[in-house]
C-alpha cells in the first residue's frame, strides 16, 4: 500500500518537532511545551509509525525506547584509534608540558583549549549524511564494541545532525555519563528492589550503557558531552581550532562541556585547574581532572602521538576521591545529640589529598546494607571537605576472617542504655547531660540566652570546665567557687567573678526556661513553653504518663515518648534534683485545667489559613480557654478543622477524612454554644 503523501509530510514534521522539544528538554535544559504535548506527539507518530510500517526508521524518536536484547555486542574497528591521555598531577609537570610544547612548536606562548575531564566512559559516534548509525565503546583504543542500540536512547544524542548540509561522514566522540542527581535516584531504586547497588556513578553509567538489552539502558537517564571529532569527510568543518571544532559539534547538537574555556601559557592551564577544581564539588557530574589541549589544529597534527598518547594534550588529574584500603576495626563514637556513629578504623590511605585513618559508616543499616565487616577491603571515598566514608566492600578481597560488627546496648562513653526508635536509623544514648561526649554540647545549650541565659559561658569555657573535670553536669555550675575558676586558663579575678556572678544570676528562672534548657530531645522553646503552661509545676510534668503529656498543645506521640525517655533516665533525675537543691527556682502555677464542659473541652481543633477578625495566637488562645488542643497537623484524631482564607493542605485533608470543617462564623457560634 502506497503511503499518502500528507502522511509522510506529517511524519517527517513530527520527528522533527519531537527531536527539537527532546533536545530543548535534554541538552538546553529549557523545554517549551508541556510534558502533556510532548507525550501527544509522540504517540502520534508511534501510532502512524505502526500503521505505516514502510516509514518506520532507525533515526526516528521513537526508537529511543530500547530494542530487544542482544546475545552479545558485535566488535567495532575504530576508523582512528582512540587513544588516551598522559596524565599530569603536579604542577611542575603541566610547566613541563607546556614546556615541551613551545619547544617543539618553537613558538611563544600556546593557546590551549582547556575542558573538565568527565569521569564516564569514552564513546565514538558515527553519522552518515546526519544520520546516526552506529556508535561503539573504546574498548583496546582500535577494536570496541556496537553499542548502537543503547545509545540510541540517550536523548542528549541527536539522531540527526541539525544541519541541513550535513558532512558525509562525521565521527564525533564523547563521554557518556550519569549526572550525580540520577545516580542517586538509581541506587535508590537498586535498593529498594534489593539489587546491588552501584559504587560511583561511572561505574554506573558503564554497567548501564553495556547492557545486552537497551531497554535497561533506555531507563537509566546517561547523557553524553561531546569533547572531540574521530574523523570528518566533506561538509563544512572546522579545520583551525579544536575549540570552534567544539562550537560547531554545538550547533550540531551536541551537548558540550560548558566549562569549557580557551587559555593562554602554563598560569592560563594551572589557573583553570584551579577555578574547576573549586566547582568540582557544585558541578552535576563528576570530574576527575582537566584536560589541556592545543588549540591550533595544525599544531596538534605536527605535534603528534608517542605511543598511544598524544602530544598536544595532556589530563591533569584532581587527587582521587576514592582508594580501597584495609578496615581494621569498628569502633563507635557518640556525637553531641548522643547519636552513636560507627567510624572505620583504616589501614592509612591517601584519598581526595589528603591521608586518611577514619571514615564513618553511617550507621548499622548502612553496615548491613553494605554487608561490611572487620578486615574487608573497603572503598573509601573522600570528596571535598566532606567527611570520608566507606561507600563500598570489595567483596572478592574478603578474608576469612572477616568479622561481623554489632550496635553495642551501652554507649560507649557512660555505660548507659543505647536506644534506637524503630522507625529511625540512628541508635542514640539515652543518657543526656551525663554522657560526657554530650555534655559540652548540653552545657552551651543549658546556658545559652533563651535558656538558662549564663553570660560568658562559652565553647572556650565550656571545654575547659569539661576537660579539668570541675563540671560534669549542669548542677555543677552551681557549685563552682572562685579559686577554682580563676585557674582556668585566661581567667582572671574579675573575669572569674562576673562568670560567678552570671552563674548565681541564672538561678531565678521560669519553668519554661528550665525544662528548655534541659535540652530534651524534641523539645524546643515553644513545646517547653506549652509544658510549662499545662502542667505548671515540674513534679506534675515529671508524673505524666504518655497520655497525660499528649494533652498537651502540639504534644504527639513523638514529642511524649522523648520526654518520657528522658525523665526515666535516673542521672537525668538526680540532675534535676540538684539543680533545683541547689538554688534554681521559679514561680510554680496551678495547672491549666482544661474546661470541664463545654463543646470544646476534650476536642482536638487544627487552625489552617487568615481568620478575618482572629489572629492564630487568639483563635489558639480562645480553643485552648475552652478546654480544646490546637494541633499542627490533620489526622483522624482531629474534631474540627476552622479554616479562613487560603486554607492550605491541611483543609484537603481534613475533606479527604471527612473531619467538619468550620468557617469563622461557624467556629465563633461553636465557641459560644457553651457560654
Ligand atoms: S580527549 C586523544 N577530552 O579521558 C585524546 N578525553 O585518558 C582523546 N575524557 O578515553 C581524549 N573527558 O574517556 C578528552 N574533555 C575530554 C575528556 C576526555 C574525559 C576521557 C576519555 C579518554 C580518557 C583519556
Redesign the pocket.
Same mark, same amino acid.
Given at each position: 500500500m502506497a503511503v499518502p503523501e500528507s502522511i509522510v509530510r506529517r511524519v517527517g514534521k513530527l520527528r522533527e518537532a519531537i527531536e527539537r522539544h527532546n533536545y530543548r528538554y535534554y541538552v538546553l535544559d529549557a523545554p517549551t511545551i508541556s510534558d502533556a504535548e510532548f507525550d501527544a506527539l509522540f504517540r502520534e507518530l508511534q501510532e502512524l509509525e505502526a500503521q505505516y510500517p514502510k516509514l518506520a526508521t532507525p533515526d526516528s524518536p521513537t526508537r529511543r525506547v530500547g530494542a530487544p536484547p542482544l546475545e552479545e555486542f558485535p566488535e567495532v574497528k575504530h576508523a582512528t584509534p582512540?587513544?588516551? =591521555?598522559n596524565n599530569a598531577f603536579a604542577d611542575d609537570e603541566v610547566v613541563a608540558f607546556d614546556r615541551r610544547v613551545r619547544e617543539l612548536l618553537e613558538g611563544r606562548e600556546v593557546e590551549y583549549a582547556v575542558? /573538565?575531564?568527565?569521569d564516564g =566512559?569514552?564513546i565514538g559516534l558515527s553519522y552518515e549524511n546526519g544520520a546516526f548509525t552506529q556508535g561503539a565503546t573504546?574498548g583496546d583504543g582500535y577494536t570496541g564494541e556496537d553499542v548502537t542500540a543503547n545509545l540510541r536512547t540517550i536523548h542528549a544524542i541527536p539522531l540527526r545532525l541539525h544541519t541541513p548540509q550535513p558532512p558525509g561522514s562525521l565521527e564525533v566522540r564523547g563521554?557518556v555519563i550519569m549526572r550525580k542527581r540520577d545516580f542517586a535516584r538509581l541506587n535508590e531504586h537498586q535498593r529498594a528492589d534489593g539489587h546491588k547497588e552501584f559504587v560511583n556513578p561511572r561505574n554506573a553509567a558503564a554497567g548501564s550503557l553495556r547492557q545486552l538489552d537497551s531497554r535497561v539502558t533506555a531507563g537509566r537517564r546517561l547523557t553524553f558531552f561531546a569533547?572531540?571529532v574521530g574523523i570528518a569527510e566533506g561538509g563544512e568543518v572546522p579545520r583551525d581550532k579544536h575549540s570552534r571544532l567544539l562550537d560547531f559539534l554545538e550547533a550540531l547538537g551536541f551537548p558540550v /562541556?560548558p566549562e569549557r574555556k580557551v587559555v593562554r601559557g602554563a598560569d592560563g592551564l594551572l589557573a583553570y585547574y584551579r577555578e574547576v577544581g573549586r566547582k568540582r564539588d557544585k558541578l552535576p557530574y563528576e570530574i576527575d581532572g582537566v584536560?589541556y589541549k592545543v588549540n591550533d589544529l595544525r599544531s596538534q597534527k605536527e605535534l603528534g602521538f608517542v605511543s598511544r598518547a /598524544?602530544r598536544f594534550?595532556v589530563?591533569h588529574k584532581f587527587p582521587a576521591e576514592e582508594a580501597a584500603t584495609e578496615l581494621l576495626d569498628i569502633q563507635v563514637q557518640v556525637g553531641r545529640t548522643g547519636a552513636l556513629t560507627p567510624v572505620a578504623r583504616l589501614k592509612p590511605v591517601f584519598v581526595g589529598g589528603v591521608t586518611v585513618t577514619n571514615a564513618t559508616l553511617h550507621n548499622e543499616d548502612e553496615i548491613n546494607r553494605k554487608d561490611v565487616r572487620i578486615g574487608d577491603t573497603v572503598i573509601v571515598r573522600r570528596a571535598g571537605d566532606v567527611i570520608p566514608e566507606v561507600v563500598a566492600v570489595v567483596p572478592e578481597k574478603r578474608p576469612k576472617g572477616a568479622r561481623k560488627f554489632a550496635m553495642p546496648g551501652k554507649c560507649p562513653e557512660c555505660g548507659s542504655r543505647v536506644e534506637r526508635p524503630e522507625d529511625e536509623a540512628v541508635a542514640r544514648c539515652t543518657a543526656g547531660l551525663y554522657c560526657p561526649a554530650q555534655r559540652k554540647q548540653a552545657l552551651l545549650h543549658f546556658a545559652s540566652r533563651r535558656a538558662m541565659d549564663i553570660e560568658g559561658l562559652g565553647d572556650k569555657l565550656v571545654e575547659q570546665l569539661v576537660d579539668t573535670g570541675l563540671v560534669k553536669t549542669p548542677a555543677d555550675l552551681y557549685r563552682l567557687d572562685l579559686d577554682a575558676v580563676v585557674k582556668l586558663e585566661r581567667m582572671a579575678e574579675k573575669s572569674a567573678a562576673n562568670l560567678l556572678a552570671a552563674i548565681e544570676g541564672s538561678k531565678k528562672t521560669t519553668l519554661a526556661r528550665f525544662v528548655y534548657a534541659l535540652g530534651i530531645r524534641n523539645v524546643g522553646e515553644a513545646t517547653a513553653r506549652d509544658l510549662a503552661r499545662h502542667f505548671g509545676r515540674l513534679d506534675a510534668m515529671l508524673e505524666a504518663d504518655q497520655a497525660a503529656l499528649m494533652e498537651v498543645t502540639d504534644v504527639g506521640p513523638v514529642v511524649a515518648a522523648s520526654i518520657l525517655r528522658f525523665f526515666a533516665e535516673p542521672h537525668n533525675r538526680k540532675v534535676i534534683e540538684q539543680l533545683r537543691s541547689r538554688g534554681v527556682t521559679w514561680d510554680e502555677g496551678a495547672p491549666r485545667r482544661p474546661a470541664a464542659k463545654g463543646p470544646v473541652a476534650g476536642k482536638t481543633v487544627v487552625l489552617t489559613g487568615t481568620l478575618p477578625h482572629f489572629t492564630r495566637d487568639e483563635a489558639k488562645a480562645i480553643i485552648e480557654g475552652a478546654g480544646g488542643k490546637v494541633t499542627g497537623s490533620v489526622s483522624k484524631k482531629t474534631d474540627y478543622v476552622v479554616a479562613g482564607a487560603d486554607p492550605g493542605s491541611k483543609y484537603d485533608k481534613a475533606v479527604e477524612l471527612g473531619i467538619t470543617i468550620l468557617d469563622e462564623e461557624g467556629f465563633e457560634k461553636l465557641i459560644n454554644k457553651g457560654s
Amino acid at each position: 500500500m502506497a503511503v499518502p503523501e500528507s502522511i509522510v509530510r506529517r511524519v517527517g514534521k513530527l520527528r522533527e518537532a519531537i527531536e527539537r522539544h527532546n533536545y530543548r528538554y535534554y541538552v538546553l535544559d529549557a523545554p517549551t511545551i508541556s510534558d502533556a504535548e510532548f507525550d501527544a506527539l509522540f504517540r502520534e507518530l508511534q501510532e502512524l509509525e505502526a500503521q505505516y510500517p514502510k516509514l518506520a526508521t532507525p533515526d526516528s524518536p521513537t526508537r529511543r525506547v530500547g530494542a530487544p536484547p542482544l546475545e552479545e555486542f558485535p566488535e567495532v574497528k575504530h576508523a582512528t584509534p582512540m587513544l588516551s =591521555l598522559n596524565n599530569a598531577f603536579a604542577d611542575d609537570e603541566v610547566v613541563a608540558f607546556d614546556r615541551r610544547v613551545r619547544e617543539l612548536l618553537e613558538g611563544r606562548e600556546v593557546e590551549y583549549a582547556v575542558e /573538565p575531564k568527565l569521569d564516564g =566512559l569514552a564513546i565514538g559516534l558515527s553519522y552518515e549524511n546526519g544520520a546516526f548509525t552506529q556508535g561503539a565503546t573504546r574498548g583496546d583504543g582500535y577494536t570496541g564494541e556496537d553499542v548502537t542500540a543503547n545509545l540510541r536512547t540517550i536523548h542528549a544524542i541527536p539522531l540527526r545532525l541539525h544541519t541541513p548540509q550535513p558532512p558525509g561522514s562525521l565521527e564525533v566522540r564523547g563521554e557518556v555519563i550519569m549526572r550525580k542527581r540520577d545516580f542517586a535516584r538509581l541506587n535508590e531504586h537498586q535498593r529498594a528492589d534489593g539489587h546491588k547497588e552501584f559504587v560511583n556513578p561511572r561505574n554506573a553509567a558503564a554497567g548501564s550503557l553495556r547492557q545486552l538489552d537497551s531497554r535497561v539502558t533506555a531507563g537509566r537517564r546517561l547523557t553524553f558531552f561531546a569533547y572531540g571529532v574521530g574523523i570528518a569527510e566533506g561538509g563544512e568543518v572546522p579545520r583551525d581550532k579544536h575549540s570552534r571544532l567544539l562550537d560547531f559539534l554545538e550547533a550540531l547538537g551536541f551537548p558540550v /562541556p560548558p566549562e569549557r574555556k580557551v587559555v593562554r601559557g602554563a598560569d592560563g592551564l594551572l589557573a583553570y585547574y584551579r577555578e574547576v577544581g573549586r566547582k568540582r564539588d557544585k558541578l552535576p557530574y563528576e570530574i576527575d581532572g582537566v584536560v589541556y589541549k592545543v588549540n591550533d589544529l595544525r599544531s596538534q597534527k605536527e605535534l603528534g602521538f608517542v605511543s598511544r598518547a /598524544p602530544r598536544f594534550a595532556v589530563a591533569h588529574k584532581f587527587p582521587a576521591e576514592e582508594a580501597a584500603t584495609e578496615l581494621l576495626d569498628i569502633q563507635v563514637q557518640v556525637g553531641r545529640t548522643g547519636a552513636l556513629t560507627p567510624v572505620a578504623r583504616l589501614k592509612p590511605v591517601f584519598v581526595g589529598g589528603v591521608t586518611v585513618t577514619n571514615a564513618t559508616l553511617h550507621n548499622e543499616d548502612e553496615i548491613n546494607r553494605k554487608d561490611v565487616r572487620i578486615g574487608d577491603t573497603v572503598i573509601v571515598r573522600r570528596a571535598g571537605d566532606v567527611i570520608p566514608e566507606v561507600v563500598a566492600v570489595v567483596p572478592e578481597k574478603r578474608p576469612k576472617g572477616a568479622r561481623k560488627f554489632a550496635m553495642p546496648g551501652k554507649c560507649p562513653e557512660c555505660g548507659s542504655r543505647v536506644e534506637r526508635p524503630e522507625d529511625e536509623a540512628v541508635a542514640r544514648c539515652t543518657a543526656g547531660l551525663y554522657c560526657p561526649a554530650q555534655r559540652k554540647q548540653a552545657l552551651l545549650h543549658f546556658a545559652s540566652r533563651r535558656a538558662m541565659d549564663i553570660e560568658g559561658l562559652g565553647d572556650k569555657l565550656v571545654e575547659q570546665l569539661v576537660d579539668t573535670g570541675l563540671v560534669k553536669t549542669p548542677a555543677d555550675l552551681y557549685r563552682l567557687d572562685l579559686d577554682a575558676v580563676v585557674k582556668l586558663e585566661r581567667m582572671a579575678e574579675k573575669s572569674a567573678a562576673n562568670l560567678l556572678a552570671a552563674i548565681e544570676g541564672s538561678k531565678k528562672t521560669t519553668l519554661a526556661r528550665f525544662v528548655y534548657a534541659l535540652g530534651i530531645r524534641n523539645v524546643g522553646e515553644a513545646t517547653a513553653r506549652d509544658l510549662a503552661r499545662h502542667f505548671g509545676r515540674l513534679d506534675a510534668m515529671l508524673e505524666a504518663d504518655q497520655a497525660a503529656l499528649m494533652e498537651v498543645t502540639d504534644v504527639g506521640p513523638v514529642v511524649a515518648a522523648s520526654i518520657l525517655r528522658f525523665f526515666a533516665e535516673p542521672h537525668n533525675r538526680k540532675v534535676i534534683e540538684q539543680l533545683r537543691s541547689r538554688g534554681v527556682t521559679w514561680d510554680e502555677g496551678a495547672p491549666r485545667r482544661p474546661a470541664a464542659k463545654g463543646p470544646v473541652a476534650g476536642k482536638t481543633v487544627v487552625l489552617t489559613g487568615t481568620l478575618p477578625h482572629f489572629t492564630r495566637d487568639e483563635a489558639k488562645a480562645i480553643i485552648e480557654g475552652a478546654g480544646g488542643k490546637v494541633t499542627g497537623s490533620v489526622s483522624k484524631k482531629t474534631d474540627y478543622v476552622v479554616a479562613g482564607a487560603d486554607p492550605g493542605s491541611k483543609y484537603d485533608k481534613a475533606v479527604e477524612l471527612g473531619i467538619t470543617i468550620l468557617d469563622e462564623e461557624g467556629f465563633e457560634k461553636l465557641i459560644n454554644k457553651g457560654s
